[in-house]
């Protein structure tokens, strides 16, 4: 019990008797007689509580009160009083917050120590209430500097992130130009050499090489740009006969090479969708250049286009059916992951990059179409089904 209590009373006697009951139970007590020295005390030390007579001469208890209280809210305030000021007691309660009055003479010494126990005990209260008020301030400013901490962070990343698409698509760009700048020089001279010298095997084999490897560099690049969101389609009319017979064409010469047939159904096919012309032929591309891989397609490969319903708007389904190897129902999905290939890599002969259908699983997702593989097994053949919507949605 070490509570530090301030006496005030302009009667030295009752002052002393307060003064020896109170430090009898272990309270710190300070005496100050009368309203002056009572303000001088309060103004140079902090106490828990104020026991202070009301009627003084001036400075009287209402006006020791009213001062503590211009200063000071939570020191608790219990007000002396004799039975014919009762009533100004009641209004010190009111005005002040005082907490109780007691009256004098003190008769009841029991009741005196459980009105300043009660008290000394809100002051107590009131204290632990005002620490955890300031400790939840506290805290609420850590954690709104925390969320303006975090969100600049967010801001940051995004803004590195963004720096960081960037340079990818710079480095693409770049790295486009500068391996197709030469490639297509040892592709266009290629061409010419062999135009003079026709069925010379070696420079067949660079234009072979070259060409294949601008394949290569081209998927990679579009599979990047559109994994980074760079590409933009270039909506457009598209002729579904014509891009059947030039998708054909791409693969025909080499197809006919390793005695692949060729069957394309173009009966009964709408007249044209809407798509990028050039991605369509790239999916379609991808679908029959696995065509060259005789194992595959068991050297037979048919493609076809219809009308289909995707939910209720119109849509055109190409179909890619070949009668060779098929592929392992564990493993249709799994061929549309980059870099994915079936085969054991020894008894491969024909050496792709393995991105060929996630490139038209891309470029289809672009379109808001659908692909997918189906297969009866392993050497039950396999079918691809590329679904695009007949105009694009919106
Ligand atoms: N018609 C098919 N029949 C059986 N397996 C196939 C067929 N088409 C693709 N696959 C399997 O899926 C794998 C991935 O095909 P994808 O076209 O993505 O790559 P790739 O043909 O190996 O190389 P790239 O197309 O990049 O030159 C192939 O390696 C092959 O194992
Ligand atoms: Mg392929």
Redesign the pocket.
């Given at each position: 019990m070490n509570e530090k209590i301030l006496i005030v009373d302009d009667e030295a006697d009752i002052l002393e008797a307060m003064y020896l009951l109170l430090t009898e139970e272990d309270y710190r007590v300070v005496k100050a007689l009368g309203g002056n020295e009572a303000m001088d005390r309060f103004a140079a030390e902090d106490f828990d509580l104020v026991i202070t007579d009301l009627k003084m001469p001036h400075p009287d208890g209402s006006e020791v009160m009213r001062k503590i209280r211009e200063t000071d809210q939570d020191t608790e305030i219990i007000v002396l009083t004799g039975y014919a000021s009762v009533e100004t007691a009641v209004e010190a309660l009111r005005d002040y917050n005082a907490f109780d009055y007691m009256n004098k003479p003190l008769d009841d010494i029991n009741e005196m120590f459980i009105v300043i126990e009660r008290a000394l005990e809100r002051k107590k209260l009131r204290t632990e209430n005002r620490d955890l008020l300031d400790r939840l301030r506290e805290y609420n400013a850590t954690l709104e500097k925390r969320v303006e901490e975090r969100t600049k962070d967010l801001k940051n990343a995004r803004v590195e992130a963004e720096l960081a698409a960037r340079a990818k698509s710079d480095f693409l760009a770049c790295m486009s130009h500068e391996l197709r700048t030469p490639l297509s020089h040892i592709i266009g001279f290629s061409e010419i050499f062999l135009a003079d010298h026709p069925g010379d095997d070696c420079v067949e084999n660079i234009l072979k090489s070259g060409r294949k490897l601008l394949?290569?560099i081209d998927?990679i690049i579009t599979f990047a740009s559109a994994g980074s969101g760079d590409i933009h389609l270039n909506y457009g009319k598209v002729d579904l006969k014509e891009i059947l017979k030039q998708s054909e064409m791409m693969i025909r010469d080499e197809a006919a090479k390793k005695k692949i047939s060729f069957v394309s159904k173009t009966e009964n096919i709408p007249e044209c969708i809407v798509a990028d012309e050039y991605m369509l032929r790239q999916i379609l591309y991808?679908?029959l250049?696995?065509?060259r891989?005789e194992e595959?397609?068991g050297g037979k490969v048919e493609i076809s286009a219809e009308k289909v319903l995707m939910g209720t708007e119109t849509a055109v389904e190409f179909v890619?059916r070949?009668e060779?190897?098929?592929?392992a129902s564990e493993?249709l999905e799994q061929?549309?992951q980059?870099f994915?290939?079936?085969?054991n890599y020894l008894t491969r002969r024909?050496?792709?990059?393995?991105?060929?259908?996630?490139?038209?699983k891309k470029l289809t997702e672009l379109h808001h179409g659908s692909i997918r593989?189906e297969?009866e097994g392993t050497g039950k053949?396999?079918l691809?089904r590329c679904i695009i919507p007949r105009t694009p949605p919106g």
């Open positions: 394949g290569i998927d991808n679908l250049s696995n065509a891989s595959h397609t890619v070949d060779g190897i098929g592929i493993n061929i549309f980059p994915v290939q079936l085969e024909y050496y792709g990059t393995g991105l060929g259908l996630a490139l038209a593989a297969s053949g396999a691809f």
